[in-house]
Antibody, heavy 120, light 110 residues
Framework: DVQLLESGGGLVQPGGSLRLSCAASGVTFSSYAMSWVRQAPGQGLEWVSTITGNGGSTYYADSVKGRFTISRDNAKNTLFLQMNSLRVEDTAVYYC?????????????WGQGTLVTVSS | QSVLTQPPSASGTPGQRVTISCSGSSSNIGSTNVYWYQQLPGAAPKLLIYRNNQRPSGVPDRFSGSKSGTSASLAISGLRSEDEADYYCATWDNSLSGWMFGGGTKLTVL
């Protein structure tokens, strides 16, 4: 089965760091651009970052630029998000997702996400 | 404030047809594909519509998407209680070089 499984979330103090991982299974991971999307408690979806299939290009929301770094290990079918200088407003459930879809054949269901809580 | 504008709420009675709008600009909806997601309470978002009007297999044909100019719409016909959820539009923005989500529409089935 095609599956995305996020991990690495937890409680961290403001100014701290966390590294999120997203393991993909049942899919040719290296073919796809992948993204991180977050959802603060009771709020809507917010795009965070995207990386191309070969890792050559990365894109970031202004709210995280300079603090977060997206990367991937295609040999291990894993997507990462290194989060530094965390702020209270970064508190959210973080989902990895494939946002650009061409057909039924390349749809990846979203995982359940991983919760990041930034609090002192 | 989101680059893509959705009404915060919508409602209908069982069996009715409801439409949710998503308004953008020439740099996003006007020049790229629109996607729609359904998020049931406590669950992860689920893809409902891709490439403006394509339904993934398994999504009932009660759900349909359309796009005209810089606006898009999601229509739900034969409304059912299980359709009560949050709905989000999404698209790539060429000017901002990033994905954009609408603010979300909470659909209530009365």
């Amino acid at each position: 089965d095609v599956q995305l499984l996020e991990s690495g979330g937890g409680l961290v103090q403001p100014g701290g760091s966390l590294r999120l991982s997203c393991a993909a299974s049942g899919v040719t991971f290296s073919s796809y651009a992948m993204s991180w999307v977050r959802q603060a408690p009771g709020q809507g979806l917010e795009w965070v970052s995207t990386i191309t299939g070969n890792g050559g290009s990365t894109y970031y929301a202004d709210s995280v630029k300079g603090r977060f770094t997206i990367s991937r290990d295609n040999a291990k079918n894993t997507l990462f998000l290194q989060m530094n200088s965390l702020r209270v407003e970064d508190t959210a459930v973080y989902y990895c997702a494939k946002l650009a879809i061409s057909g039924d054949y390349d749809i990846l269901p979203w995982g359940q996400g991983t919760l990041v809580t930034v609090s002192s | 404030q989101s680059v893509l504008t959705q009404p915060p709420s919508a409602s209908g009675t069982p069996g009715q047809r409801v439409t949710i709008s998503c308004s953008g600009s020439s740099s996003n909806i006007g020049s790229t594909n629109v996607y729609w997601y359904q998020q049931l309470p406590g669950a992860a978002p689920k893809l409902l519509i891709y490439r403006n009007n394509q339904r993934p297999s398994g999504v009932p044909d009660r759900f349909s998407g359309s796009k005209s100019g810089t606006s898009a719409s999601l229509a739900i016909s034969g409304l059912r209680s299980e359709d009560e959820a949050d709905y989000y539009c999404a698209t790539w923005d060429n000017s901002l070089s990033g994905w954009m989500f609408g603010g979300g529409t909470k659909l209530t089935v009365l």
